[in-house]
T-cell receptor, first 109, second 112 residues
């Protein structure tokens, strides 16, 4: 089976940095995805890691350590529009995605 | 159409009724998926199709069926709805198994 853990909620101030951690135990590994989901909307793709290290894309960065079963999503220069749920998803040996329950980030002025 | 569309947007259904959720994509993606999203549980895969004419079972397939007669459409059918099927249903597609998935806007289904 698949086990993917991430914190339920995080709160941060506008302009600050927030790091969302994700740990996983899966049957096989073929990459890790981060999705953003605003309330009442569809998830949208943010980042993808398949090799160890940091992937940077503007204000968002994602890190992966396969040996530790660990990833994080780093959101810099937080804006109010970043208030959303962030979903960690692992592609297992069967090439299907397993999702964590999501981390709700609230950005306060 | 641009991307993935789902219909209906929301539906209230009596238990025991049959219901088909529709999903259409215009990106010519080979793979399509159906997920349900429940509070505290995240997205769970119901059924998938790697290419037209083939389907497979996901993590929570019981009570649901799918078909993939062509590339664009991937309907999800609840043969006899039960209250535990109350959820938000998302359809998604990807060019291949190794590619990112694009999600439709979702269908909010309530079974009473």
């Amino acid at each position: 089976g698949q086990n993917i853990d991430q914190p339920t909620e995080m709160t941060a101030t506008e302009g600050a940095i927030v790091q969302i951690n994700c740990t996983y135990q899966t049957s096989g590994f073929n990459g890790l995805f981060w999705y953003q989901q605003h309330a009442g909307e569809a998830p949208t793709f943010l980042s993808y890691n398949v090799l160890d290290g940091l992937e940077e894309k503007g204000r968002f960065s994602s890190f992966l350590s396969r040996s530790k079963g660990y990833s994080y999503l780093l959101l810099k220069e937080l804006q109010m529009k970043d208030s959303a749920s962030y979903l960690c998803a692992v592609r297992g040996g069967d090439y299907k995605l397993s999702f964590g329950a999501g981390t709700t980030v609230t950005v306060r002025a | 159409i641009a991307g993935i569309t789902q219909a209906p947007t929301s539906q209230i259904l009596a238990a025991g009724r049959r219901m088909t959720l529709r999903c259409t994509q215009d990106m010519r993606h080979n793979a399509m998926y159906w997920y349900r999203q429940d509070l505290g549980l995240g997205l769970r895969l119901i059924h998938y199709s790697n290419t037209a004419g083939t389907t497979g079972k996901g993590e929570v397939p019981d009570g649901y069926s799918v078909s993939r007669a062509n590339t664009d459409d991937f309907p999800l059918t609840l043969a006899s709805a039960v209250p535990s099927q109350t959820s938000v249903y998302f359809c998604a597609s990807s060019d291949g198994e190794v590619d990112e998935q694009f999600f439709g806007p979702g269908t909010r289904l309530t079974v009473l």
